[in-house]
């Protein structure tokens, strides 16, 4: 039996994976920067939030991230109960790309950690409050 060739958009995968974890960086770094005291004051960078006026799956992570950053627990999870677990799996990846270059292997393949069956229930329980949410807001 014939192996399948392996597919053109394989070799991407440690540079997707850079990317995602080089923008994680970025907003984790970002969190720290941006004062707890003024995070409600800005404006709404949501795409999805400004045509609709309703909150999307991700509306509130920003703040959420922000607080946490600062030590504000409480004010992290009131923004976005998800906040910390995603900025700790922002934080998990980059350490992991860093350490992979580090010690020059590839970083970890991004598609094979999204579809463990731990990140699916994740991202559904994830969704599932975000419906929630959008049907009280409405």
Known sequence: MRRAAPSADRGLAPVTTQ?????????????????????????????????????????????SWVYLAHGRWHDSFTAHPFGVVAAGAALALVVAVVVALARRRPPPDLDAVVRRPWAVAFVGVWLAFAAVRLVLAV
């Open 19 to 63: 990317l995602v974890a080089a923008g994680a960086a970025a907003a984790l770094g970002a969190a720290f920067v941006i004062s707890p005291d003024h995070v409600e004051d800005g404006p709404v960078i949501c795409p999805f939030r400004r045509l609709t006026g309703l909150p999307c799956p991700g509306c509130g992570l920003t703040r």
